[in-house]
């Protein structure tokens, strides 16, 4: 076969402008996904709920005229398709459409993902940081005991729901809320509700309030991305480049910092990319377990109030968070791997 | 330096495999069996002992109405493991399917299975199944397994797709071809045979993240419905007396991560075997 | 003098499934100042755990035992620190596989430059860059600066080495370790980096440890050759008198594999395949073009053997690609038994596929692992759809064909050796008795000691089936003992055809020539005195087409033409012509 390896080295510029194009390309399929993904969803919330339910089931009947206003109100009327488009049409002015009770989602969806935002990220910076430090240096240590330890232990934790992490953390720390008689790590909620703190007291309370859903979040996390950092560390660790690197002079430990990382870190990009959408679903137990009020309690009543439009709204944020954190993957992947920008 | 013909070795000498296929053995024979030796069924009731901590008589204590939570616990293991087992295999066949044929025939076919998989993966499943939920309130626990498997098999389909399209320009399978042998012979001569131990080991791990969705789901009340039990439901029931009662909810719970890890070890052991051939 | 290496009852061993697997076992060696080593043997007989347990390199599981001594010092026990300050200055080494032993993501300016900094901690980034750039140009890349800024996967195999040789220089080391350093090349490029060493040596006084299972590398570049069998020293001397006499049958085995013999002579018979204006295209990214095949005519008859040679990269795997397709090809026409293949329907087709059957480069991927030796045999007979009875008697008979015993048919091809399974790959091509063998390099995957038997075997089956081969190849002197005709291709077209005898032994084209010239040969003095006629360059980017010969920029006859001839090749694309007994295709070689 012919060698296709001789491409001529790109001159600077063409390089770069090559390379802006490809980042751009990447975002245009990865809000496409986004699009598509709500619209799944859209349209499963419309074919399988029935927001008028609870009207019909009352007593005495409530008549037909009230329900098909109620329908032609929540634009039932129409089919799914447009329906949903009506709805997205809406969305870059900021209107995201009205809730079965009446109100607008837009009243609260920011708020929402606000508590969202800052329970979710903490957590799964802290993971991505952790898994990959905890990986590395299992692999640095394979076949030790700590290596064995820390990799039995993912394996547990990754066996725990996060459900069930959260409600165990709080068992483990109950005896120490008790002993000093206050809630160092209160359990509930985002803040100390009517409390009047200010300034740094306030900044406290909150962060003493993030500390037990942050490690819910985080430890799952830190463990399924520990798993394959780790795995892919052990491989660049038999690679012959680093034992190349060594048989010019290099010493062991040089040799991984300057060729090692940066080889084992291009694989992680595409991991978190593509499983940060599945870690969403630890943010959503945590909101309820520790009653934070975002995006993901928000569309579990959603569902059980039977809403497609708050369904949609928080899907969509959290597809767009997806697709910003895919967008970032995009990045670290090209920064770290020149190859991807030619 | 190549060392010619390495012995290989039976899989089952791992400690992995070993491990978790006896777990799993002994969870599936106490959840099948353990019922029949026990003095009470999981629906018995018994208001003079409400809630009380493990004693003799009742080894992990009682819950609400006082039904026994050993046996709640085995009568809700065998429901998730039963969902667990169905979805897994669901899966693995679904995956199975679509990573062959995308892998294997390429061009459009492949692009359109990979940009469905894509979509999946953008949301967690499990939000997916949840929004469905509402219409299946009265639906058989079998919708379940079908709908777990329909947003569970997109990551084995990926790892399926990708080894068929390695296998897809390896010699053997390049020579079949030249020989004239068909599509359909050179999947299931060349590339099923060639992906059978990855199915295993993937069916084997989708059993734990099956029984982990069912609980998930269950949990919020989108899963097994009353008056079934499974162990979802019944950590889901416990959450709630957590602080107080921590046996209801402690009980359930270690069922579940001695089912999910066992799946998990036993999956873990069954790939390093793999791996190593 | 006192030796710049040695070795003495040096014992690696690995940890093994089933106990420790002995890698070397009690070997001991001596490397002069200046000097040139070769370690031959074939793969696990412990070459290259030797020279990994001399750069300190070996991995943590392995045990090593006895003594290296480097200018002296001892080597072995030493910590990882101790030893990075001789790797790569005292001793240097470099790897097999140039694209895996450079990191991908780090530009190969930048890889020579640490070469630099790691043993002169103050040198400081710009001097350690400029002096990278400068060992760049000395191993002959040119426009080295800008190119040091470019990353491996844009260099060709060959540029790859150059860069390693550049960093094993860096740091002028009394002794320059080369594992394999040419077996991933061809052989025009062999020739360039194998000259490429003797200059580094010559340049910085190096001695060289060399580890290759090509005598022919040792004859052209070595003073002493030391045979390894299962990790022991068998014999060791001087490169000329042990290859005149070798004391040990490994040596022996090693030399008669590579000996020449007049390829057979047999009378052609009926057509069977003709290829006429085969062009085949392919587009690696938008925009660019590559024309693979570019106007090749061919013909086999019955019982004849035609061998295409030439670079990796030329066009020889695509050809017989596009016949063994059995499609209508791009442009032109193939023809087998006289039927054009583009006119063929589905039935046709699968009932000539009987007739013309393929073995494959690699035995160890293009048979199934998971199938029994028998099951392998067996699959064209029960594609084609063969009684069952028959198909039972067919591979038992076909076993004893290609030297196998009968209770090989049950067993897997992991636990045959390399030799064994390219034996059932041949059996699997000849089950359906076919008319036409496509063969595509049946040997290089293989031990150098087998080769020769293994193309032996199959010039007996031609012979006693009166089968008709096209065979793709790069080894010239196994390609003279075992076909009667031979067309060099380079850049999708044929640059000359004919007999064997005349085209390998008299070659008339410049580029066949350059080409039989870098061609290893053991005669040592023979070998010695080829250097001069080393090709230049390589095979240029597949994309553009240089006007004219395409051969031009590399050929060095046309650097010798006069001005009003190098015209003719500058503007003319060269047409086959008849030059006695044979085609060629360019404008400056006269009928004898």
Redesign the interface.
């Known amino acids: 076969m012919l060698d296709g390896e001789r491409h001529v080295a790109l001159s600077a510029p063409a390089g770069r402008a090559r390379l802006a194009a490809g980042l751009a390309g990447r975002v245009a399929g990865r809000v496409a996904l986004c699009l598509a993904a709500v619209l799944l969803t859209y349209t499963l919330a419309a074919l399988s709920f029935d927001p008028l339910a609870e009207l019909r089931s009352t007593q005495p009947p409530t008549p037909q005229a009230v329900l098909d206003a109620r329908a032609a109100e929540l634009g039932l009327d129409l089919p799914v398709l447009p329906r949903f488009l009506r709805w997205l049409s809406g969305v870059p002015a900021g209107d995201f459409g009205v809730t079965v009770d009446g109100h607008a989602v837009a009243d609260e969806v920011w708020e929402r993902a606000g508590t969202s935002l800052r329970l979710f990220l903490p957590g799964s910076v802290l993971a991505v940081l952790l898994g990959v430090a905890v990986g590395i240096w299992g692999a640095l240590r394979a076949g030790r005991w700590a290596d064995k330890i820390s990799m039995a232990a993912a394996l547990v934790l990754l066996a725990v729901p996060v459900f069930v992490l959260g409600t165990l953390l709080k068992i483990l720390w109950l005896p120490v809320n008790e002993a000093a008689g206050t809630d160092l790590l209160p359990f509930s909620g985002e803040k100390t509700p009517g409390s009047d703190l200010a300034g740094w007291a306030a900044a406290g309370d909150r962060l003493r309030h993030l500390v037990l859903p942050t490690v819910a979040i985080a430890l799952p996390q830190i463990a399924f991305y520990s798993r394959y950092q780790r795995a892919a560390m052990l491989e660049v660790l038999h690679s012959e480049f680093l034992r190349a690197a060594r048989a010019r002079g290099l010493t062991r430990a040089r040799a991984v910092r300057r060729h090692g990382l940066r080889m084992a870190l291009i694989p992680m990009t595409a991991l978190v990319a593509f499983s940060f959408g599945l870690h969403l679903a630890g943010g959503v137990f945590t909101e309820r377990i520790f009653g934070w009020h975002g995006l993901g309690d928000w569309m579990m009543s959603a569902i059980e109030h039977q809403d497609a439009m708050v369904v949609a709204t928080s899907t969509l944020l959290m597809a767009v968070l997806v697709v910003v954190v895919g967008w970032l993957a995009d990045l670290a992947l090209v920064l770290l791997d020149p190859r991807t920008r030619s | 330096m190549t060392a010619a013909g390495t012995p290989r070795r039976r899989p089952g000498r791992r400690p992995g495999v070993v491990l978790g296929s006896c777990l799993l053995v002994a969870l599936a024979l106490a959840a099948f069996a353990g019922p029949l030796f026990l003095p009470y069924t999981h629906t018995q009731q018994d208001l003079a002992t409400v809630l009380s901590a493990p004693s003799p008589a009742h080894p992990l204590g009682t819950a609400r109405l006082g039904e026994d939570v050993l046996a709640l616990c085995l009568r809700g293991l065998q429901k998730s493991l039963v969902i667990g087992l169905l979805a897994a295999v669901l899966t693995t066949v679904v995956s199975a399917v679509v990573g062959t044929v995308a892998g294997y025939l390429g061009g459009m076919v492949d692009r359109v299975l990979m940009a469905v998989v894509d979509v999946l993966l953008v949301l967690p499943p499990i939000l997916v199944v949840a929004v469905v939920s509402p219409a299946l309130r009265d639906q058989s626990w079998l919708v379940l397994v079908l709908l777990i498997a329909g947003f569970q098999w997109m990551l084995t389909a990926r790892v399926v797709r990708a080894r068929a399209r390695s296998l897809r320009s390896s010699g053997y399978v390049v020579a079949a071809e030249n020989m004239g042998a068909s599509s359909a012979r050179v999947v299931t001569r060349h590339l099923l045979p060639q992906m059978a131990p990855l199915l295993v080991v993937d069916c084997t791990l989708n059993v734990a993240s099956a029984v982990l969705a069912e609980a998930g789901l269950s949990y919020f009340g989108f899963g097994v419905q009353a008056p079934d039990v499974s162990l979802g439901t019944l950590v889901s029931a416990g959450t709630g007396s957590a602080l107080t009662f921590p046996w209801v909810f402690l009980a359930p719970v270690g069922f579940l991560a001695a089912t999910v890890l066992a799946a998990a070890v036993l999956g873990e052991g069954l790939r390093d075997d793999e791996g190593a051939r | 003098m006192s030796p710049v290496l040695e070795i003495r009852d040096l014992t690696v061993a690995?940890r093994?499934?089933?106990g420790p697997?002995t890698?070397v076992d009690g070997l001991s060696l001596t490397v002069s100042p200046g000097e040139a080593l070769a370690l031959v043997g074939e793969?696990?007989s412990?070459?290259?755990?030797t020279a990994l347990a001399v750069?300190g390199?070996l991995?943590e599981t392995a045990r090593v035992r006895g003594s290296v001594l480097l200018a002296g010092r001892e080597l072995l026990g030493r910590s990882?620190?101790e030893l990075?300050?001789v790797?790569?200055?005292q001793v240097?080494?470099v790897?097999q596989?140039p694209l895996?032993?450079?990191?991908?993501?780090?530009?190969v300016g930048a890889?020579v430059a640490?070469?630099v900094s790691?043993?002169h901690p103050g040198i400081g980034r710009r001097a350690a860059a400029e002096r990278a750039v400068a060992l760049l140009d000395a191993v002959g890349i040119a426009s080295a600066r800008?190119?040091a800024?470019?990353?491996p996967?844009?260099?060709?195999?060959g540029m790859r080495q150059r860069v390693?040789i550049a960093?094993?220089m860096?740091?002028d080391p009394d002794l320059i370790i080369a594992d394999e350093p040419t077996s991933a090349l061809d052989v025009t490029i062999q020739a360039q980096i194998l000259d490429l060493l003797d200059d580094v040596r010559a340049r910085t006084g190096a001695a060289l440890l060399l580890i290759t299972h090509d005598l022919g590398v040792v004859a052209r570049s070595c003073d002493r050759v030391a045979v390894l069998r299962k990790g022991s020293l068998v014999e060791e001397g001087g490169v000329a008198p042990l290859f005149q006499r070798p004391g040990s049958d490994d040596l022996r085995g090693l030399l008669s594999a590579r000996t020449t013999a007049a390829g057979p002579e047999r009378p052609a018979g009926e057509p069977v395949l003709r290829i006429t204006g085969l062009r085949r295209q392919?587009s690696?990214r938008r925009g660019a073009v590559?024309r693979?095949v570019d106007g090749v005519d061919l013909d086999v008859r019955a019982g004849q053997a035609l061998a295409l040679i030439g670079e990796?990269?030329c066009?020889k795997?695509?050809v017989l690609r596009e016949i063994?397709g059995l499609r209508a090809p791009q442009t032109g026409t193939v023809e087998l038994f006289d039927r054009d293949v583009s006119g063929l329907r589905r039935r046709e087709?699968?009932a000539l596929?009987?007739r013309v059957?393929?073995v494959?480069?690699?035995p160890?991927?293009?048979?199934?692992?998971?199938?029994a030796v028998a099951d392998i045999i067996a699959?064209?007979l029960r594609?084609?759809g063969w009684p069952r009875p028959e198909i039972r008697a067919r591979t038992r008979e076909l076993l004893e064909l290609v030297g196998l015993s009968p209770e090989h048919a049950e067993r897997r091809p992991?636990?045959l050796?390399g030799g064994q399974r390219q034996r059932v790959?041949i059996a699997?091509a000849l089950a359906?008795r076919p008319r036409l063998v496509l063969l595509d390099e049946p040997v290089s995957a293989l031990d150098t000691s087998l080769r020769a038997e293994i193309m032996d075997l199959l010039t007996g089956l031609r012979a006693r089936f009166d089968l008709a081969f096209l065979m793709v190849s790069h080894d010239i002197p196994l390609t003279r003992r075992a076909v009667e005709r031979v067309a060099v291709m380079y850049l999708g077209t044929i640059v000359e055809a004919g007999t064997a005898a005349d085209v390998l032994d008299h070659p008339a084209h410049p580029y066949t020539r350059a080409l039989v010239a870098a061609t290893p040969v053991l005669d040592v003095q023979a070998a010695r005195a080829r250097r001069a006629a080393v090709l230049s360059g390589e095979?240029p980017?597949?994309t553009g087409f240089p006007s004219g010969c395409a051969f031009r920029p590399r050929c060095p006859l046309y650097a010798e033409l006069s001005g009003v001839d190098r015209a003719v090749c500058a503007e003319e694309p060269p047409k086959p012509r008849q030059v006695g007994a044979r085609q060629v295709a360019c404008h400056h070689v006269d009928p004898p």
């Open positions: 690995f093994g499934r089933s697997v890698a793969s696990g412990g070459k290259s755990a750069m390199l991995p990882d620190r990075s300050r790797r790569g200055r240097a080494m790897h596989d895996g032993a450079l990191t991908p993501v780090v530009p890889q640490e070469a790691a043993h800008t190119r800024a470019a990353l996967h844009e260099f060709s195999g390693a960093m094993a860096a740091n392919f690696p590559v693979a990796s990269g066009g795997t695509t063994v087709r699968t596929r009987e059957q393929m494959m480069q690699d160890t991927s293009s048979l199934n692992p998971t199938m699959e064209p594609v084609h992991g636990q050796s790959a699997r359906p095979l980017d597949p």
